[in-house]
Structures are given as C-alpha cells and as structure tokens.
C-alpha cells in the first residue's frame, strides 16, 4: 500500500513544484491553487492543508 501512495505523490511533483514556482508557500495557499486549478487529491476530494503537508511529506 505504502508503494501505490509513493507512486500516486510522484505524479503531483511537477504540479506541486509548478504551484511552488507560481508563489504560493504556505500549505493552505497551495492547497488553494491545487483545488482552484481543478486537480483532485489521489481520492476525489478537495485538497487541504493536511494533504498538501502529508503529499509533501511522501515527496520527501
């Protein structure tokens, strides 16, 4: 399970560094542009601060 979460966090990189790039730094201001951008957490739902943290967790 932990392998298929890696791998899921892996394809938002390049959209979370373009997020990043675009400004915004805090948690919530990324999970702000994420969702205003229309992308969908690995489940469907919206993105917070907490999945945005935990994301970049996995990212390392």
Known sequence: MRANASE???EY????ADVRAAGATSL???AKE???R???TPR???WHPSSVRNLM???G
Do not use: F, K
Not at 13 to 16: C, S
């Open 44 to 46: 469907g739902g919206q």
């Open 57 to 59: 967790q996995r990212l």
């Open 38 to 40: 229309g992308i969908v």
């Open 28 to 30: 919530a201001e990324i």
């Open 8 to 10: 899921r966090a892996a």
């Open 13 to 16: 990189a390049e959209t979370l």
């Open 34 to 36: 994420l969702n205003l």
